[in-house]
Antibody
Framework: EVQLLESGGGLVQPGGSLRLSCAAS????????MNWVRQAPGKGLEWVSG????????YYADSVKGRFTISRDISKNTLFLQMNSLRAEDTAVYYC???????????????WGQGILVTVSS | SYELTQPPSVSVSAGQTASITCSGD??????ACWYQQKPGQPPLLVIY???TRPSGIPERFSGSTSGNTATLTVSGTQAMDEAVYYC??????????FGGGTKLTVL
Protein backbone atom coordinates (compact mmCIF):
# COMPACT_ATOMS: atom_id res chain seq x y z
CA GLU A 1 0.00 0.00 0.00
CA VAL A 2 1.37 3.39 -1.01
CA GLN A 3 1.70 5.80 1.91
CA LEU A 4 2.92 9.38 1.95
CA LEU A 5 3.29 11.18 5.27
CA GLU A 6 4.19 14.86 5.42
CA SER A 7 5.79 16.55 8.41
CA GLY A 8 7.57 19.77 9.31
CA GLY A 9 4.79 22.29 8.91
CA GLY A 10 3.83 24.99 11.36
CA LEU A 11 3.83 28.72 12.02
CA VAL A 12 6.73 30.82 10.72
CA GLN A 13 7.30 34.55 10.47
CA PRO A 14 7.58 36.31 7.11
CA GLY A 15 11.11 36.00 5.80
CA GLY A 16 11.67 32.81 7.76
CA SER A 17 12.45 29.27 6.65
CA LEU A 18 10.85 25.87 7.03
CA ARG A 19 11.71 22.38 5.80
CA LEU A 20 8.97 19.95 4.89
CA SER A 21 9.49 16.19 4.72
CA CYS A 22 7.45 13.44 3.10
CA ALA A 23 8.12 9.84 4.13
CA ALA A 24 7.16 7.44 1.36
CA SER A 25 6.48 3.71 1.44
CA UNK A 26 4.79 0.98 -0.58
CA UNK A 27 6.45 1.65 -3.94
CA UNK A 28 9.88 1.88 -5.56
CA UNK A 29 10.68 5.41 -4.44
CA UNK A 30 13.50 6.16 -6.88
CA UNK A 31 11.44 5.17 -9.92
CA UNK A 32 8.91 7.99 -9.73
CA UNK A 33 8.88 11.74 -9.97
CA MET A 34 7.72 13.22 -6.67
CA ASN A 35 5.96 16.55 -6.27
CA TRP A 36 4.76 19.18 -3.85
CA VAL A 37 1.35 20.74 -4.43
CA ARG A 38 -0.17 23.40 -2.19
CA GLN A 39 -3.63 24.72 -1.47
CA ALA A 40 -4.18 28.08 0.19
CA PRO A 41 -7.15 28.20 2.61
CA GLY A 42 -10.38 28.07 0.61
CA LYS A 43 -8.51 28.19 -2.70
CA GLY A 44 -7.56 25.85 -5.53
CA LEU A 45 -4.57 23.64 -6.13
CA GLU A 46 -1.16 25.03 -7.10
CA TRP A 47 1.72 22.81 -8.17
CA VAL A 48 4.90 23.93 -6.42
CA SER A 49 7.77 21.67 -7.43
CA GLY A 50 8.77 18.26 -8.76
CA UNK A 51 11.90 16.11 -8.77
CA UNK A 52 12.92 13.19 -10.95
CA UNK A 53 13.42 9.71 -9.54
CA UNK A 54 17.20 10.05 -9.42
CA UNK A 55 17.01 13.61 -8.10
CA UNK A 56 18.97 14.85 -11.09
CA UNK A 57 16.17 17.02 -12.50
CA UNK A 58 14.09 19.52 -10.57
CA TYR A 59 11.13 21.65 -11.58
CA TYR A 60 9.61 24.73 -9.93
CA ALA A 61 6.63 27.01 -10.27
CA ASP A 62 7.59 30.61 -11.02
CA SER A 63 6.05 31.71 -7.71
CA VAL A 64 8.64 29.79 -5.67
CA LYS A 65 11.66 29.68 -7.97
CA GLY A 66 14.78 30.90 -6.17
CA ARG A 67 13.15 30.54 -2.72
CA PHE A 68 12.22 26.87 -2.48
CA THR A 69 14.44 23.83 -3.05
CA ILE A 70 13.17 20.30 -3.60
CA SER A 71 15.33 17.27 -2.86
CA ARG A 72 15.04 13.60 -2.06
CA ASP A 73 16.96 11.04 -0.01
CA ILE A 74 16.58 7.74 -1.83
CA SER A 75 18.20 5.78 1.00
CA LYS A 76 15.50 7.02 3.39
CA ASN A 77 12.59 7.11 0.91
CA THR A 78 12.01 10.72 1.86
CA LEU A 79 11.13 13.84 -0.12
CA PHE A 80 11.98 17.32 1.13
CA LEU A 81 11.00 20.90 0.43
CA GLN A 82 13.26 23.61 1.83
CA MET A 83 11.31 26.86 1.94
CA ASN A 84 13.20 30.13 2.44
CA SER A 85 12.17 33.79 2.38
CA LEU A 86 8.62 32.78 3.19
CA ARG A 87 5.78 35.17 2.47
CA ALA A 88 2.20 35.43 3.71
CA GLU A 89 1.01 34.15 0.33
CA ASP A 90 2.90 30.89 0.92
CA THR A 91 0.37 30.02 3.62
CA ALA A 92 -1.25 26.78 2.52
CA VAL A 93 -1.68 23.08 3.06
CA TYR A 94 1.26 21.42 1.33
CA TYR A 95 0.72 17.99 -0.20
CA CYS A 96 3.32 15.48 -1.23
CA UNK A 97 2.22 13.67 -4.42
CA UNK A 98 3.57 10.70 -6.37
CA UNK A 99 3.57 10.69 -10.15
CA UNK A 100 1.47 8.09 -11.95
CA UNK A 101 3.93 6.98 -14.61
CA UNK A 102 7.64 6.34 -14.61
CA UNK A 103 9.12 9.33 -16.41
CA UNK A 104 11.70 12.07 -16.04
CA UNK A 105 9.25 14.94 -15.42
CA UNK A 106 5.90 15.49 -13.66
CA UNK A 107 2.70 14.35 -15.37
CA UNK A 108 -0.19 13.17 -13.16
CA UNK A 109 -0.43 12.37 -9.48
CA UNK A 110 -2.01 9.10 -8.34
CA UNK A 111 -1.20 9.16 -4.62
CA TRP A 112 -1.27 12.12 -2.27
CA GLY A 113 -0.38 12.59 1.37
CA GLN A 114 -2.90 14.04 3.81
CA GLY A 115 -1.15 17.40 3.68
CA ILE A 116 0.60 19.63 6.21
CA LEU A 117 -0.31 23.21 7.07
CA VAL A 118 2.24 25.99 6.72
CA THR A 119 1.24 29.36 8.12
CA VAL A 120 3.35 32.42 7.43
CA SER A 121 2.38 35.20 9.78
CA SER A 122 3.86 37.62 12.29
CA SER B 1 1.07 32.51 -18.81
CA TYR B 2 -0.78 29.33 -19.60
CA GLU B 3 -4.16 28.98 -17.89
CA LEU B 4 -6.89 26.38 -17.62
CA THR B 5 -10.43 27.71 -17.27
CA GLN B 6 -13.23 25.83 -15.51
CA PRO B 7 -16.75 26.95 -14.60
CA PRO B 8 -16.97 27.71 -10.85
CA SER B 9 -20.01 25.49 -10.35
CA VAL B 10 -22.13 22.84 -12.00
CA SER B 11 -25.39 21.42 -10.67
CA VAL B 12 -26.96 18.10 -11.61
CA SER B 13 -29.92 16.07 -10.41
CA ALA B 14 -29.10 12.72 -8.88
CA GLY B 15 -29.04 10.00 -11.53
CA GLN B 16 -28.42 12.44 -14.38
CA THR B 17 -25.23 13.18 -16.30
CA ALA B 18 -22.88 15.98 -15.28
CA SER B 19 -20.32 17.53 -17.60
CA ILE B 20 -17.48 19.72 -16.40
CA THR B 21 -15.35 21.55 -18.95
CA CYS B 22 -11.75 22.73 -18.88
CA SER B 23 -10.44 25.09 -21.56
CA GLY B 24 -6.84 25.92 -22.37
CA ASP B 25 -4.92 26.99 -25.45
CA UNK B 26 -2.68 23.95 -25.57
CA UNK B 27 -4.97 21.24 -24.24
CA UNK B 28 -5.14 19.68 -27.67
CA UNK B 29 -1.38 19.09 -27.54
CA UNK B 30 -1.23 17.56 -24.07
CA UNK B 31 -3.35 15.05 -22.19
CA ALA B 32 -5.47 16.38 -19.36
CA CYS B 33 -6.37 14.70 -16.11
CA TRP B 34 -9.03 15.24 -13.46
CA TYR B 35 -9.04 15.17 -9.67
CA GLN B 36 -11.92 14.97 -7.21
CA GLN B 37 -11.53 16.70 -3.86
CA LYS B 38 -13.95 16.41 -0.98
CA PRO B 39 -13.75 18.70 2.08
CA GLY B 40 -10.83 17.96 4.34
CA GLN B 41 -9.37 15.36 1.99
CA PRO B 42 -6.49 15.35 -0.48
CA PRO B 43 -7.32 15.26 -4.18
CA LEU B 44 -8.14 11.91 -5.80
CA LEU B 45 -7.12 11.20 -9.39
CA VAL B 46 -10.22 10.08 -11.32
CA ILE B 47 -9.12 10.42 -14.96
CA TYR B 48 -5.69 10.71 -16.61
CA UNK B 49 -4.34 10.69 -20.14
CA UNK B 50 -7.69 12.07 -21.27
CA UNK B 51 -9.81 8.99 -20.53
CA THR B 52 -7.97 6.45 -18.38
CA ARG B 53 -9.45 5.59 -15.00
CA PRO B 54 -7.12 4.58 -12.17
CA SER B 55 -7.91 1.37 -10.36
CA GLY B 56 -10.95 1.71 -8.12
CA ILE B 57 -12.54 4.64 -9.93
CA PRO B 58 -16.13 3.85 -11.00
CA GLU B 59 -16.95 3.49 -14.68
CA ARG B 60 -19.41 6.40 -14.44
CA PHE B 61 -16.40 8.74 -14.64
CA SER B 62 -15.09 9.39 -18.14
CA GLY B 63 -13.07 12.02 -19.95
CA SER B 64 -12.66 13.39 -23.43
CA THR B 65 -10.92 16.20 -25.29
CA SER B 66 -12.06 18.10 -28.34
CA GLY B 67 -9.85 20.85 -29.64
CA ASN B 68 -8.76 22.95 -26.67
CA THR B 69 -11.48 21.76 -24.29
CA ALA B 70 -11.33 18.74 -22.00
CA THR B 71 -14.54 17.42 -20.48
CA LEU B 72 -15.14 15.27 -17.41
CA THR B 73 -18.43 13.40 -17.60
CA VAL B 74 -20.09 11.78 -14.61
CA SER B 75 -22.90 9.48 -15.71
CA GLY B 76 -25.64 8.49 -13.28
CA THR B 77 -24.36 11.03 -10.76
CA GLN B 78 -24.62 9.99 -7.13
CA ALA B 79 -24.69 12.06 -3.96
CA MET B 80 -21.19 10.82 -3.15
CA ASP B 81 -19.91 12.51 -6.32
CA GLU B 82 -20.53 15.95 -4.85
CA ALA B 83 -17.08 17.52 -4.64
CA VAL B 84 -14.76 20.03 -6.25
CA TYR B 85 -13.20 18.80 -9.48
CA TYR B 86 -9.91 20.11 -10.84
CA CYS B 87 -8.49 19.62 -14.30
CA UNK B 88 -4.74 19.52 -14.72
CA UNK B 89 -2.43 19.52 -17.71
CA UNK B 90 1.27 19.42 -18.25
CA UNK B 91 3.30 21.74 -20.44
CA UNK B 92 6.80 22.70 -21.38
CA UNK B 93 7.29 26.21 -19.97
CA UNK B 94 5.08 25.50 -16.94
CA UNK B 95 5.42 21.83 -16.05
CA UNK B 96 2.07 21.44 -14.28
CA UNK B 97 -1.04 23.62 -14.45
CA PHE B 98 -4.30 23.24 -12.53
CA GLY B 99 -7.65 24.69 -13.43
CA GLY B 100 -9.45 26.80 -10.85
CA GLY B 101 -11.81 24.01 -9.83
CA THR B 102 -15.53 23.33 -10.33
CA LYS B 103 -17.90 22.68 -7.45
CA LEU B 104 -20.27 19.86 -8.47
CA THR B 105 -23.55 19.99 -6.60
CA VAL B 106 -25.87 16.98 -6.74
CA LEU B 107 -29.48 18.03 -6.27
Amino acid sequence: EVQLLESGGGLVQPGGSLRLSCAASGFTFDSYVMNWVRQAPGKGLEWVSGISGSGGSTYYADSVKGRFTISRDISKNTLFLQMNSLRAEDTAVYYCAKDTIIAARPYYFDFWGQGILVTVSS
Amino acid sequence: SYELTQPPSVSVSAGQTASITCSGDKLGDHYACWYQQKPGQPPLLVIYQDNTRPSGIPERFSGSTSGNTATLTVSGTQAMDEAVYYCQAWGSSTPIIFGGGTKLTVL
